[in-house]
């Protein structure tokens, strides 16, 4: 066997290792995934492209495709090769890949193709699921937004992961009271995001998984920053505030710039704004100077260069129906360094 087809297969086998882990903790089940020894008897074009297991789930036996390529397939390829299959296994099929786009999922799911995406999300539409990881804890009541600041906090840790995560330093750099923090902490210690400990005087917090997990499972807690957009007269060279929505997505080399430009700014800071006469609303974006997103939370607490900061560019955008700022998005989440 040469030195690639090793590689593939042992990175098949990790694959092959963190599904079961997931299926385990997400469904509580217990599934080992085998080697199918009926490969040969497949065209060599469609061995070439995936690695085979089987395995049983909750009765029912499937066929587990692991594919062998970095990059992903079109959901209609994905969808003929199953059909090509069907004639040589007797159960269900499943296509798995480490990374899909959102894109493509939402394709896929239209189309009923069953995915995994360890880590990610399971669709096995068969076994009527569809599950998130930021959805796996069931939550018996409604999900509580988190508060403004909680929200702040958890997106300034995971841009800051050297930093020490506890309220001492964040009151420094983000320049709340001891008590929002502490309200803080114990918002993301309920939502089982963070651990809290006691280190002499002072709260210590760490993640309970990796960055990336902590921002799947936060979303449900999380919301758009965007509190109300207006259209606005403004005078001056520069426009108050900082780049936000499509503005920010284009600077971040995703999309074309939109016209007028988008700036958000606080409620506080938009209220004085109004005040000072620098600017005046009007009914349209016909004639306006800027699009201006009146945030929740001060903008400039986690932007960099005038630009607002990624992860609150893509919920205040993330609800959209366009395909193309959907790509954009999901684009600007795998460039974070997580």
């Known amino acids: 066997m040469c030195r690639k087809n090793v590689e593939i297969m042992v990175h098949a086998s990790a694959i092959s290792k963190e599904l079961e882990r997931y ?15 009926e490969e040969d008897r497949i065209p060599m074009y469609l061995r070439d492209a995936y690695v085979f297991f089987e395995c049983d789930l909750l009765g029912t036996p499937w066929l587990v495709l692991f594919d062998r390529g970095e990059e992903e397939r079109s959901p209609a ?8 299959l069907r004639d040589k296994w007797f159960g269900e099929l499943m296509y798995v890949h480490p990374s899909i786009s959102t894109y493509n999922r939402k394709r896929l799911i239209m189309e009923k193709v069953p995915f995994v995406v360890p880590g990610r999300q399971m669709y096995l539409p068969q076994l009527g699921m569809d599950l998130r990881e930021h959805f796996r804890r069931v939550q018996k009541n409604p999900v509580k937004p988190f508060s403004p600041s909680t929200q702040v906090v958890l997106l300034h840790a995971l841009y800051h992961p050297d930093q020490h995560f506890n309220p001492s330093v964040y009151a420094e750099h983000l320049g709340y009271s001891n008590m929002t923090l502490t309200r803080a902490f114990e918002e993301l210690e309920a ?8 280190h002499g005087r002072e709260r210590v917090a760490e993640f309970v998984d990796s960055r990336w997990s902590a921002w799947e499972r936060a979303l449900p807690f999380l919301r758009t920053p965007v509190r109300r957009s207006v259209y606005v007269l403004a005078s001056g060279s520069r426009p108050p505030g900082v780049l936000a929505g499509l503005s920010a ?5 995703m999309l074309a710039s939109p016209d007028p430009e988008v700036y958000a700014m606080s409620g506080k800071t938009w209220k004085n704004t109004v005040e000072s006469g620098v600017i005046q609303v009007i009914p349209s974006p016909e004639n306006a100077s800027l699009e201006l997103e009146v945030w929740r939370y001060e903008p400039s607490l986690l932007s ?3 630009i607002a900061d990624p992860l609150s560019v893509y919920l205040s955008l993330r609800d959209t129906d366009d395909e193309r700022v959907e790509a954009a998005l999901e684009e600007l989440l795998e460039g974070i360094a997580w």
């Open 249 to 253: 997505l284009s600077r971040f080399g």
């Open 304 to 306: 960099a260069d005038d």
């Open 77 to 84: 390829v994905v969808q003929k090769h199953l059909d090509m």
């Open 23 to 37: 299926f385990l903790e997400n469904l509580g089940i217990s599934v080992s995934l085998r080697p199918w020894p």
């Open 191 to 198: 939502a089982d995001l963070v651990h809290v400990t006691q």
